[in-house]
């Protein structure tokens, strides 16, 4: 069944954004609409004053872009009518379990909840307004959820999920370009609809055919490059520590974790979030300081390349991680809290799980002359995913400004001197 054409949505980045009237009214829904008051990239405006886009126009993007994968037809041979309008809705919808600073209020959840934003996603689609929208336009709620988070698990469809939810996704095909866009910081290009158009469906996953490996390289170089120079800035990230510890100093008071319905989670947002902590005791001396741009100051970096013991618990254990904080302040002779440890596998790094950080690959295949796709593994064929695959082991230790000689003093005798061989230049 065809669905009516309402019009056309100008995004800076893809151009016109064609919509249905069906999507049209899901995107005026409350929870899609709440999302112009989340910024994506949270903090990262201290560093680049552009960076001040929401996750309104990035789901418009993603819901766009995997439109343009069902219509790829290697793809859309597989899917129904309904399968393909679905992913776009369910594309649409993948972002609006985000709280507050977006990412940075992510920590939280999983710390007071255990809960992640994908479960708050789920949640929200599956309830309240979204639900009865969902219904009267002929989809499952539960379907549409957990597509939206890459969980719906279809037998023989697995590629569905993994059009919103893999290595080559399309929120990871907006993001990356969008956030440069918007940031300037644009290191690397991007062909979005080569890598579209290269897409194909092998033992029912996603995959890349390797006709397009530069344009996959291409992306995969981005990913870092934008990790480096937007997601893990260090002055973008001393605002998102900033707003991660006010967050915490004030929940028990404000209550950021008790929503007990949808409705109580979507009524914040930055804006609402951002007066009560400026209003709350315990927080507003940190919202002072980012109001004035009094950030954190980063007292100690260093890049690891190598792999040891040490290296491998300093990332991966929170309890090591209050350890090395501890014994840092003693030499510092600082208050324990003082000393601030990041590192990029902390929840409230923006899109840690898409940096190629953990082992991974990416399924790619060549086609015979007879058309047949042969499997290959990504690491063999390109030297470039070989060699950056799991490479950035960044540590920051930050302080406040008066402290700064004594904590990196400290830092530098427990953690050794930084060889100039891991210094890193941006």
Same mark, same amino acid.
């Given at each position: ?11 800076? @980045?893809?151009?016109?954004?064609? $919509? ?31 960076? /001040? ?8 993007? @993603? &819901? ?165 120079? $937007?997601?893990?800035?260090? @002055? ?53 300081? !980012? ?18 013991? &040490?290296?491998?618990? $300093? ?6 991680? /209050? ?36 082992? &991974? ?53 427990? !953690? ?7 210094? $890193?230049?941006?």
């Amino acid at each position: 069944m065809a669905r009516s054409h309402w019009g056309e949505i100008k995004d800076p @980045v893809h151009g016109y954004v064609y $919509i249905t009237e069906e999507e049209k009214e899901i995107i005026d829904s409350f929870p899609v609409q709440r999302l112009r008051r989340l910024r994506q990239l949270a903090g990262t405006e201290y560093v680049y004053p552009g960076a /001040n886009h929401t996750r309104f126009e990035h789901s418009v993007g @993603v &819901m766009y872009l995997a439109g343009r994968v069902t219509e790829n037809p290697n793809i859309s041979e597989h899917l129904s009518h309904e399968e393909a309008q679905m992913v776009k809705i369910a594309a649409l919808l993948h972002d609006v379990g985000h709280g507050p600073f977006s990412h940075v209020f992510e920590h939280l959840l999983i710390k007071e909840l255990d809960k992640t934003h994908e479960d708050i996603t789920s949640w929200i689609i599956q309830k309240g307004e979204l639900k009865d929208m969902l219904c009267k336009a002929g989809y499952k709620p539960e379907d549409v959820g957990r597509l939206a988070v890459g969980t719906l698990h279809k037998p023989k469809k697995t590629f569905l999920d993994q059009i919103i939810s893999s290595a080559v996704d399309v929120d990871k095909l907006d993001f990356i370009v969008r956030d440069t866009h918007h940031t300037g910081a644009e290191y690397g290009y991007i062909d979005v609809f080569r890598l579209i158009h290269a897409l194909d469906i092998l033992n029912d996953n996603l995959a890349v055919d390797l006709g397009a490996l530069s344009a996959l390289e291409s992306l995969i170089i981005a990913r870092i490059e934008s990790f480096k120079s $937007i997601y893990f800035h260090r @002055v973008g990230r001393a605002a998102q520590i900033m707003l991660a510890i006010a967050m915490e100093k004030a929940n028990e008071e404000l209550g950021l974790t008790q929503f007990k319905t949808p409705e109580e989670y979507l009524a914040m947002d930055d804006y609402t979030v951002w007066t009560m902590l400026k209003n709350c005791k315990k927080s507003s001396d940190i919202i002072g300081d !980012l109001e004035r741009r009094r950030l954190l100051k980063c007292a100690y970096e260093r890049t690891f390349y190598e792999k040891d013991t &040490m290296v491998s618990n $300093i990332f991966s254990r929170e309890t090591y991680r /209050n350890q090395l904080q501890t014994d840092i302040a003693k030499e510092a002779h600082v208050e324990s809290e003082a000393v601030i440890i990041d590192v990029p596998t902390v929840p409230s790094v923006p899109y840690h799980h898409s940096v190629l950080m953990e082992s &991974m690959e990416i399924p790619v295949f060549f086609k015979t002359q007879g058309d047949k796709k042969v499997p290959q593994r990504l690491s063999d064929i390109s030297k470039i995913f070989e060699t950056l695959k799991g490479f950035i082991n960044i540590l920051r230790i930050y302080t406040d400004e008066e402290n700064r000689e004594k904590v990196s003093s400290a830092a530098s005798k427990i !953690l050794g001197k930084i060889p100039s061989a891991t210094k $890193i230049s941006y």
